[in-house]
């Protein structure tokens, strides 16, 4: 299993050397997505002398497992952000978003930038008639920002049972990693240092300047970015309490026919999400959907044979090329986080809980940070505010995020399993009791035996088994690491206890 981004630009980012000494930098950027990296590239337009420090490679984690679309269209979301908030609240989080691909299609632009970008007209349909009522509403308010969004009974994509969708003209895609390598060579021109392979350990504040370590080292900075998915430090941010994972699915395909042009997304669950890509002078396409809560105790072997099943509906002879899967973070009233990490900690600053939309999103971040930085005002930011902590609106997520939280941290601690090793067989894993003891265990496909404490290291969660990618995933906050223990997702940054 590997991203298709990945496997075909794998060399993307010159393989930067770790941190191997002490340094001292303006800003400190911890994350080398696609929002550290567009920070990154637009602080350093200002002449701050800037350093992305990242725990593996960059662009490997969510940025390297996207679907890459760079849209304003987030889902039907309009309606929801008028109501919830209000017209002109959902009015500039839409002008942000269409901001944004401006901005990136002037970046592409500026700097020759060869990654595959190219505009696309954006669909959300649905299949449900418990929808077509909230695509029309939907149409009515974007049209409200004096934008041509529009109403349709059939889409170029055969959908079967197709009811409606709403069309946004003029959004985009490309390759993420091919972009992100444009960014990387004007950091390093401009100022600007990359160090892969350098795990953040610890972050404290001395005087008015960060500390951030390394395993061995420091940099040294007046402003730090936190930059990682889902913030690896807990307070006094307390993002673990507004914010929830989600892990979806995709999977790459060829077929003989032509492939439909445009990126689609359905309105009702399962989610079904398409766009075509280029490859080897050949156009595939890119399905995503299946989600599931992060951690969630559910059986997941059979995610990507859906993708499949689905889009060979419209493709018989669809050929699975690629098959991966990613994490996002999703806040609890659906609006990121972007801005200062906490009143109580100046110059530090935060962008997350993109809610699967970061493409557009992280450079709404690069925009209002470098702002922040700057001393600017930037009309978006109150939009994002990431210091907010305002009455629960979406208490039925809350309910079931504590719910799962208290549970794993506190409940299953008592609650020995039944299973034993000999229980577990190969390529299989499971929590088991040992000498009375947890352990979660793993035996692969030759009966080899990987054997860690099932419990998360970020706040102590009980682990569940996913046993489509063979890790062990955190149910409360999003953590995840492979089968030997490794942390792969943060929130954790240090790696599971191995067993003997």
């Not at 490679?57 to 679907?67: C, V």
């Not at 994972?245 to 990126?263: F, R, Y």
């Not at 299946?290 to 990507?304: Q, V």
Request: hydrophobic letters at 35%.
């Amino acid at each position: 299993m590997s991203s298709f981004w990945i496997d075909t630009f794998p060399n993307i980012l010159n393989n930067y050397k770790s941190l191997d000494k002490n340094i001292d930098t303006d800003i400190c950027i911890i994350g080398g997505g696609i929002t550290g990296l567009s920070i990154a590239y637009s602080i350093c337009k200002h002449g701050f002398k800037t350093t992305i420090l990242d725990k593996e490679k960059l662009a490997m984690k969510a940025s390297g497992h996207t679907t890459a679309k760079i849209t304003s269209q987030h889902g039907l979301f309009y309606k929801y952000l008028a109501d919830t908030f209000s017209p002109s609240f959902a009015r500039d989080y839409f002008n942000a978003n269409q901001d944004a691909i401006t901005n990136i299609k002037n970046i592409i632009d500026e700097n020759n930038i060869d990654c595959d970008f190219e505009f696309q007209d954006n669909y959300v349909y649905t299949t449900s008639e418990d929808d077509v009522n909230k695509i029309k509403d939907e149409t009515n308010i974007v049209n409200s920002f004096n934008f041509n969004a529009e109403y349709l009974n059939t889409i170029p994509l055969n959908i079967p049972n197709m009811l409606a969708a709403i069309k946004f003209p003029n959004q985009a895609q490309f390759n993420p990693r091919k972009y992100l390598k444009g960014l990387c060579d004007f950091i390093i021109n401009n100022n600007g240092e990359i160090y892969e392979d350098s795990k953040v350990y610890n972050i404290k504040r001395s005087g008015n300047k960060y500390i951030t370590s390394t395993k061995n080292n420091t940099v040294t900075s007046k402003y730090l970015v936190l930059a990682t998915h889902y913030p690896i430090k807990n307070f006094p941010g307390y993002y673990f309490l507004k914010m929830y994972s989600q892990t979806s699915n995709v999977i790459a395909i060829e077929t003989e026919q032509n492939l439909c042009e445009g990126m689609y997304i359905s309105s009702n669950s399962p989610t079904f999400s398409y766009r075509t890509a280029a490859y080897n002078k050949k156009r595939i396409a890119l399905i995503g959907g299946f989600g599931h809560k992060t951690g969630a105790k559910i059986d997941l072997s059979n995610s990507y044979s859906f993708l499949e099943d689905e889009i060979k509906k419209i493709y018989p002879d669809a050929k699975v090329l690629y098959k991966w899967n990613t994490e996002d973070c999703i806040s609890l009233d659906k609006i990121p986080y972007i801005g200062n990490f906490s009143n109580l900690l100046p110059n530090m600053y935060v962008a997350t809980g993109f809610k699967k939309w970061g493409m557009t999103t992280s450079n709404v971040a690069a925009n209002i940070i470098t702002d922040k930085i700057l001393e600017k005002e930037n009309k978006y930011e109150y939009i994002f505010k990431s210091t907010r902590f305002k009455p629960i609106k979406n208490k039925s997520e809350f309910g079931n995020m504590i719910k799962e939280t208290s549970h794993s941290l506190i409940l299953n601690k008592f609650d020995l399993p039944a299973a034993t090793l000999n229980d577990i067989k190969n390529d299989e894993g499971k929590i088991v009791t040992i000498n009375k003891t947890k352990v979660g265990v793993y035996k692969d496909k030759n009966g080899k035996i990987f054997k860690v404490k099932p419990v998360c290291t970020h706040l102590g969660c009980e682990l569940s088994w996913n046993n489509l990618d063979k890790t062990w995933d955190c149910p409360c906050h999003g953590s995840r690491f492979d089968y030997t223990g490794k942390s792969l997702y943060s929130p954790s940054v240090r790696n599971l206890e191995i067993l003997n």
